[in-house]
Protein backbone atom coordinates (compact mmCIF):
# COMPACT_ATOMS: atom_id res chain seq x y z
CA UNK A 1 0.00 0.00 0.00
CA UNK A 2 1.14 3.60 -0.73
CA UNK A 3 -0.40 6.68 0.91
CA UNK A 4 -1.46 9.33 -1.58
CA UNK A 5 -3.47 11.82 -2.05
CA UNK A 6 -7.04 11.44 -3.27
CA UNK A 7 -11.01 12.93 -3.80
CA UNK A 8 -12.65 10.75 -1.15
CA UNK A 9 -16.36 10.29 -0.03
CA UNK A 10 -15.79 9.75 3.63
CA UNK A 11 -19.71 9.53 3.69
CA UNK A 12 -23.10 10.19 1.92
CA UNK A 13 -22.59 14.23 2.10
CA UNK A 14 -19.27 14.63 3.15
CA UNK A 15 -15.81 14.42 0.76
CA UNK A 16 -12.38 15.50 1.56
CA UNK A 17 -9.26 15.90 0.00
CA UNK A 18 -6.35 13.83 2.01
CA UNK A 19 -3.94 10.78 2.62
CA UNK A 20 -4.90 7.56 1.41
CA UNK A 21 -3.47 4.03 1.47
CA UNK A 22 -4.05 2.33 -2.05
CA UNK A 23 -2.33 -0.47 -3.80
CA UNK A 24 0.15 0.81 -6.86
CA UNK A 25 2.42 -2.17 -7.02
CA UNK A 26 2.67 -2.99 -10.76
CA UNK A 27 1.98 -6.47 -10.99
CA UNK A 28 2.11 -8.95 -14.32
CA UNK A 29 -0.07 -7.80 -16.55
CA UNK A 30 -0.68 -4.55 -15.41
CA UNK A 31 0.49 -0.47 -15.83
CA UNK A 32 0.47 2.29 -13.75
CA UNK A 33 -0.56 5.47 -15.75
CA UNK A 34 -0.56 9.05 -14.14
CA UNK A 35 -4.29 10.28 -14.44
CA UNK A 36 -4.42 13.13 -16.49
CA UNK A 37 -8.14 14.07 -16.68
CA UNK A 38 -11.37 12.73 -15.01
CA UNK A 39 -15.07 13.21 -15.85
CA UNK A 40 -17.41 13.54 -12.75
CA UNK A 41 -20.09 11.07 -13.47
CA UNK A 42 -23.85 10.80 -12.45
CA UNK A 43 -23.26 8.14 -10.55
CA UNK A 44 -20.20 9.49 -8.69
CA UNK A 45 -22.53 12.28 -7.43
CA UNK A 46 -25.56 9.97 -6.71
CA UNK A 47 -22.88 8.17 -4.41
CA UNK A 48 -22.37 11.81 -2.64
CA UNK A 49 -25.69 12.64 -2.51
CA UNK A 50 -27.31 9.42 -1.44
CA UNK A 51 -24.45 7.67 -0.53
CA UNK A 52 -25.56 4.45 -2.78
CA UNK A 53 -27.14 3.08 -6.23
CA UNK A 54 -29.35 0.10 -5.84
CA UNK A 55 -27.58 -2.47 -4.29
CA UNK A 56 -24.01 -0.96 -3.73
CA UNK A 57 -23.81 1.27 -0.62
CA UNK A 58 -20.86 3.10 0.73
CA UNK A 59 -20.24 1.62 4.08
CA UNK A 60 -16.37 3.04 4.51
CA UNK A 61 -14.35 6.05 2.37
CA UNK A 62 -13.67 5.11 -1.17
CA UNK A 63 -12.22 7.38 -4.01
CA UNK A 64 -14.30 9.02 -6.93
CA UNK A 65 -13.89 9.02 -10.40
CA UNK A 66 -14.39 6.45 -13.02
CA UNK A 67 -14.24 8.37 -16.32
CA UNK A 68 -10.37 8.59 -16.97
CA UNK A 69 -7.02 9.11 -19.22
CA UNK A 70 -3.47 9.81 -18.34
CA UNK A 71 0.19 8.50 -19.31
CA UNK A 72 1.56 4.91 -19.15
CA UNK A 73 4.50 5.39 -16.50
CA UNK A 74 5.63 1.76 -16.01
CA UNK A 75 4.45 -1.32 -17.33
CA UNK A 76 4.46 -4.59 -15.78
CA UNK A 77 5.69 -7.82 -17.03
CA UNK A 78 3.72 -9.57 -20.13
CA UNK A 79 2.89 -6.31 -21.38
CA UNK A 80 3.77 -5.62 -24.99
CA UNK A 81 0.99 -3.45 -26.30
CA UNK A 82 1.71 -0.19 -24.02
CA UNK A 83 5.04 1.27 -23.27
CA UNK A 84 5.93 4.16 -20.91
CA UNK A 85 5.10 7.01 -22.52
CA UNK A 86 1.74 6.37 -24.15
CA UNK A 87 -1.26 8.58 -23.52
CA UNK A 88 -4.50 5.99 -22.98
CA UNK A 89 -7.51 6.50 -21.37
CA UNK A 90 -9.41 2.80 -19.00
CA UNK A 91 -12.10 0.49 -18.96
CA UNK A 92 -12.56 0.79 -15.74
CA UNK A 93 -14.75 -2.70 -15.07
CA UNK A 94 -12.67 -5.51 -15.01
CA UNK A 95 -14.44 -8.95 -14.97
CA UNK A 96 -13.76 -12.56 -14.00
CA UNK A 97 -12.27 -14.02 -17.40
CA UNK A 98 -13.26 -17.26 -16.63
CA UNK A 99 -16.77 -16.25 -15.61
CA UNK A 100 -19.70 -17.66 -17.44
CA UNK A 101 -20.92 -14.04 -18.50
CA UNK A 102 -17.00 -13.41 -20.12
CA UNK A 103 -16.84 -16.59 -21.69
CA UNK A 104 -19.95 -15.37 -23.83
CA UNK A 105 -18.91 -12.00 -24.47
CA UNK A 106 -21.18 -9.89 -22.06
CA UNK A 107 -18.30 -9.60 -19.44
CA UNK A 108 -20.37 -6.15 -18.41
CA UNK A 109 -22.57 -8.26 -16.85
CA UNK A 110 -20.64 -10.26 -14.95
CA UNK A 111 -22.34 -10.40 -11.10
CA UNK A 112 -18.07 -10.46 -10.15
CA UNK A 113 -17.00 -7.38 -12.20
CA UNK A 114 -15.25 -4.74 -10.04
CA UNK A 115 -15.47 -1.31 -11.40
CA UNK A 116 -14.01 1.84 -10.01
CA UNK A 117 -15.93 4.16 -7.86
CA UNK A 118 -18.37 1.64 -7.37
CA UNK A 119 -18.67 0.29 -3.78
CA UNK A 120 -16.17 -1.01 -1.90
CA UNK A 121 -13.15 -0.28 -4.97
CA UNK A 122 -11.57 2.94 -5.21
CA UNK A 123 -12.04 5.29 -7.93
CA UNK A 124 -8.99 7.03 -9.48
CA UNK A 125 -9.16 11.06 -8.65
CA UNK A 126 -6.23 10.43 -7.43
CA UNK A 127 -2.53 11.04 -8.92
CA UNK A 128 -1.30 7.81 -10.03
CA UNK A 129 -3.43 4.59 -10.45
CA UNK A 130 -2.49 0.56 -11.18
CA UNK A 131 -4.94 -1.49 -13.77
CA UNK A 132 -5.15 -4.17 -16.01
CA UNK A 133 -3.03 -3.46 -19.37
CA UNK A 134 -6.12 -5.32 -21.27
CA UNK A 135 -8.23 -3.07 -20.70
CA UNK A 136 -6.49 0.13 -21.47
CA UNK A 137 -6.48 1.86 -24.62
CA UNK A 138 -3.97 3.57 -26.56
CA UNK A 139 -5.09 7.29 -27.45
CA UNK A 140 -4.61 8.47 -31.12
CA UNK A 141 -2.28 11.91 -31.13
CA UNK A 142 -4.85 13.84 -32.18
CA UNK A 143 -7.58 12.76 -29.22
CA UNK A 144 -6.84 14.82 -26.40
CA UNK A 145 -6.93 13.80 -22.22
CA UNK A 146 -10.35 15.68 -21.94
CA UNK A 147 -11.85 13.52 -24.95
CA UNK A 148 -9.98 10.43 -23.75
CA UNK A 149 -12.16 10.78 -20.48
CA UNK A 150 -14.78 11.19 -22.62
CA UNK A 151 -14.83 7.55 -24.07
CA UNK A 152 -16.17 6.07 -21.17
CA UNK A 153 -19.59 7.72 -21.28
CA UNK A 154 -19.27 7.60 -25.18
CA UNK A 155 -19.05 3.58 -24.73
CA UNK A 156 -22.83 3.85 -23.35
CA UNK A 157 -23.73 5.28 -26.35
CA UNK A 158 -21.94 3.01 -28.28
CA UNK A 159 -23.49 -0.20 -25.83
CA UNK A 160 -27.25 1.38 -27.19
CA UNK A 161 -26.68 2.05 -30.55
CA UNK A 162 -25.21 -1.61 -31.25
CA UNK A 163 -27.96 -2.96 -29.04
CA UNK A 164 -30.79 -0.89 -31.68
CA UNK A 165 -28.96 -2.68 -34.18
CA UNK A 166 -29.65 0.23 -36.58
CA UNK A 167 -30.20 0.24 -40.29
CA UNK A 168 -28.69 3.29 -42.19
CA UNK A 169 -31.15 6.20 -42.54
CA UNK A 170 -33.39 5.27 -39.03
CA UNK A 171 -34.98 7.59 -37.41
CA UNK A 172 -34.14 7.61 -33.65
CA UNK A 173 -35.89 9.49 -30.42
CA UNK A 174 -33.46 9.74 -27.82
CA UNK A 175 -35.40 11.09 -24.58
CA UNK A 176 -33.08 12.84 -22.44
CA UNK A 177 -30.40 15.28 -23.23
CA UNK A 178 -28.11 15.09 -20.46
CA UNK A 179 -24.24 13.43 -21.15
CA UNK A 180 -25.23 9.82 -21.71
CA UNK A 181 -28.34 10.85 -23.90
CA UNK A 182 -26.26 13.00 -26.14
CA UNK A 183 -23.83 10.74 -26.74
CA UNK A 184 -26.84 8.59 -27.07
CA UNK A 185 -27.62 10.53 -30.16
CA UNK A 186 -24.19 11.13 -31.22
CA UNK A 187 -23.88 7.26 -31.11
CA UNK A 188 -26.77 6.88 -32.96
CA UNK A 189 -25.95 8.80 -35.85
CA UNK A 190 -22.28 7.58 -36.19
CA UNK A 191 -24.05 4.17 -36.56
CA UNK A 192 -26.29 4.94 -39.11
CA UNK A 193 -29.24 7.11 -37.97
CA UNK A 194 -30.24 9.76 -40.18
CA UNK A 195 -31.55 12.01 -37.85
CA UNK A 196 -31.96 12.14 -33.97
CA UNK A 197 -34.81 13.29 -32.53
CA UNK A 198 -33.69 14.27 -28.82
CA UNK A 199 -36.45 15.33 -26.36
CA UNK A 200 -35.81 16.99 -22.80
CA UNK A 201 -37.40 19.79 -20.55
CA UNK A 202 -34.09 21.87 -20.46
CA UNK A 203 -33.50 23.66 -23.59
CA UNK A 204 -29.90 24.53 -22.59
CA UNK A 205 -29.12 21.47 -22.92
CA UNK A 206 -30.95 20.68 -26.19
CA UNK A 207 -29.22 24.00 -27.70
CA UNK A 208 -25.79 22.05 -26.52
CA UNK A 209 -27.16 18.73 -28.56
CA UNK A 210 -28.89 20.80 -31.74
CA UNK A 211 -24.67 21.65 -32.61
CA UNK A 212 -24.15 18.19 -34.08
CA UNK A 213 -25.28 17.57 -37.17
CA UNK A 214 -28.84 15.01 -37.52
CA UNK A 215 -30.14 15.80 -34.11
CA UNK A 216 -33.60 17.32 -34.04
CA UNK A 217 -34.26 19.03 -30.30
CA UNK A 218 -37.78 18.79 -29.05
CA UNK A 219 -39.05 20.36 -25.64
CA UNK A 220 -40.55 18.24 -24.09
CA UNK A 221 -42.90 21.01 -23.07
CA UNK A 222 -44.45 20.48 -26.87
CA UNK A 223 -46.44 17.23 -27.86
CA UNK A 224 -43.25 14.99 -28.24
CA UNK A 225 -45.66 11.88 -29.56
CA UNK A 226 -47.35 14.27 -31.94
CA UNK A 227 -44.29 15.97 -33.11
CA UNK A 228 -42.19 12.02 -33.79
CA UNK A 229 -45.34 11.68 -36.00
CA UNK A 230 -45.35 14.70 -38.35
CA UNK A 231 -41.48 14.20 -39.19
CA UNK A 232 -42.17 10.50 -40.11
CA UNK A 233 -45.38 10.93 -41.96
CA UNK A 234 -47.09 9.42 -39.08
CA UNK A 235 -45.29 5.66 -38.76
CA UNK A 236 -42.84 6.41 -35.93
CA UNK A 237 -39.42 6.81 -35.38
CA UNK A 238 -37.32 3.49 -35.66
CA UNK A 239 -35.45 3.48 -32.59
CA UNK A 240 -36.36 5.01 -29.57
CA UNK A 241 -33.76 5.42 -26.59
CA UNK A 242 -34.66 5.58 -23.06
CA UNK A 243 -32.19 7.65 -21.47
CA UNK A 244 -33.63 9.63 -18.75
CA UNK A 245 -34.18 7.53 -16.34
CA UNK A 246 -38.06 9.19 -15.37
CA UNK A 247 -40.84 6.75 -14.97
CA UNK A 248 -43.08 9.33 -16.51
CA UNK A 249 -41.28 8.44 -20.06
CA UNK A 250 -42.72 5.15 -19.62
CA UNK A 251 -46.36 6.43 -19.53
CA UNK A 252 -46.09 7.51 -23.30
CA UNK A 253 -43.01 5.78 -24.70
CA UNK A 254 -44.88 3.26 -27.15
CA UNK A 255 -46.79 5.74 -28.84
CA UNK A 256 -43.07 6.66 -30.28
CA UNK A 257 -41.34 3.96 -31.98
CA UNK A 258 -43.06 2.41 -35.47
CA UNK A 259 -44.39 -0.79 -35.87
CA UNK A 260 -42.09 -3.52 -35.21
CA UNK A 261 -39.09 -0.84 -33.99
CA UNK A 262 -37.27 -0.75 -30.75
CA UNK A 263 -36.89 0.69 -27.72
CA UNK A 264 -33.79 0.46 -25.92
CA UNK A 265 -33.31 1.36 -22.01
CA UNK A 266 -30.68 3.41 -20.82
CA UNK A 267 -31.52 5.46 -18.28
CA UNK A 268 -32.40 3.22 -14.82
CA UNK A 269 -35.16 4.52 -12.99
CA UNK A 270 -35.06 4.57 -9.01
CA UNK A 271 -37.94 2.33 -8.89
CA UNK A 272 -40.20 -0.55 -11.12
CA UNK A 273 -42.18 0.88 -13.71
CA UNK A 274 -45.09 -0.01 -15.21
CA UNK A 275 -45.37 0.37 -19.36
CA UNK A 276 -48.17 -0.40 -22.09
CA UNK A 277 -47.33 -4.39 -22.59
CA UNK A 278 -50.98 -4.69 -25.01
CA UNK A 279 -49.23 -1.55 -27.24
CA UNK A 280 -45.88 -3.32 -27.00
CA UNK A 281 -47.42 -6.52 -28.04
CA UNK A 282 -49.74 -5.58 -31.18
CA UNK A 283 -46.83 -3.69 -32.36
CA UNK A 284 -44.08 -6.13 -32.02
CA UNK A 285 -41.86 -3.36 -30.52
CA UNK A 286 -38.66 -5.14 -29.47
CA UNK A 287 -36.72 -3.97 -26.30
CA UNK A 288 -33.38 -3.96 -25.32
CA UNK A 289 -31.92 -3.04 -22.35
CA UNK A 290 -28.23 -1.38 -21.46
CA UNK A 291 -25.79 -1.94 -18.87
CA UNK A 292 -22.64 -0.19 -19.26
CA UNK A 293 -21.01 -1.62 -22.13
CA UNK A 294 -18.76 -4.81 -24.07
CA UNK A 295 -16.03 -4.41 -26.23
CA UNK A 296 -16.66 -0.39 -27.31
CA UNK A 297 -13.69 1.37 -26.24
CA UNK A 298 -11.97 0.35 -29.19
CA UNK A 299 -14.62 1.49 -31.53
CA UNK A 300 -15.05 4.54 -29.37
CA UNK A 301 -11.65 5.31 -29.65
CA UNK A 302 -11.60 4.42 -33.13
CA UNK A 303 -14.47 7.14 -34.40
CA UNK A 304 -12.76 10.08 -32.27
CA UNK A 305 -9.49 9.40 -33.63
CA UNK A 306 -10.96 9.66 -37.56
CA UNK A 307 -12.32 12.95 -36.74
CA UNK A 308 -16.48 11.09 -37.43
CA UNK A 309 -16.83 12.03 -33.84
CA UNK A 310 -16.15 15.45 -31.88
CA UNK A 311 -17.07 15.52 -27.70
CA UNK A 312 -15.47 18.38 -26.93
CA UNK A 313 -18.55 20.77 -27.22
CA UNK A 314 -19.94 18.46 -24.72
CA UNK A 315 -17.43 19.54 -21.75
CA UNK A 316 -18.91 22.61 -19.65
CA UNK A 317 -16.31 23.20 -17.55
CA UNK A 318 -12.77 21.76 -15.94
CA UNK A 319 -11.24 22.25 -12.46
CA UNK A 320 -8.05 21.44 -10.61
CA UNK A 321 -7.75 18.41 -8.48
CA UNK A 322 -7.54 21.40 -5.39
CA UNK A 323 -10.94 22.09 -6.55
CA UNK A 324 -12.41 18.83 -7.26
CA UNK A 325 -14.88 18.91 -4.04
CA UNK A 326 -16.35 22.49 -6.15
CA UNK A 327 -16.78 20.20 -9.07
CA UNK A 328 -18.78 18.00 -7.37
CA UNK A 329 -21.09 20.47 -5.92
CA UNK A 330 -21.48 22.34 -9.14
CA UNK A 331 -22.62 18.84 -10.38
CA UNK A 332 -24.85 18.66 -7.81
CA UNK A 333 -25.96 21.51 -8.65
CA UNK A 334 -27.34 20.39 -12.06
CA UNK A 335 -27.18 23.69 -13.98
CA UNK A 336 -29.17 22.92 -17.41
CA UNK A 337 -25.68 24.65 -19.27
CA UNK A 338 -23.58 21.72 -18.05
CA UNK A 339 -23.36 18.66 -19.71
CA UNK A 340 -19.77 17.15 -18.41
CA UNK A 341 -17.56 18.37 -15.80
CA UNK A 342 -14.14 17.23 -15.48
CA UNK A 343 -11.28 17.63 -13.37
CA UNK A 344 -7.45 17.53 -14.60
CA UNK A 345 -5.00 16.10 -12.09
CA UNK A 346 -1.45 17.85 -13.30
Not at 121 to 138: D, Q, R, W
Not at 249 to 262: D, F, K, Q, S, Y
Amino acid sequence: MTKVRALVLERQHELALRDIDLPLETGPGQVKIKIHTVGVCGSDVHYYTHGKIGPFIVNEPMVLGHEAAGTVVEVGAGVTHLKIGDRVCMEPGIPDPNSKASRLGMYNIDPAVTFWATPPIHGVLTPEVVHPANYTFKLPDNVSFAEGAMVEPFAVGMQAATKAKITPGDTAVVLGAGPIGTMVAIAALAGGCARAIVADLAQPKLDIAAQYQGVIPVNIRENLAEEVSRLTDGWGADVVFECSGSPKAWETIMALPRPGGVIVVVGLPVNPVGFDVSTASTKEIRIETVFRYAHQYERSIALLGSGRVDLKPLISETFTFEDSIKAFDRAVEARPTDVKLQIVMA
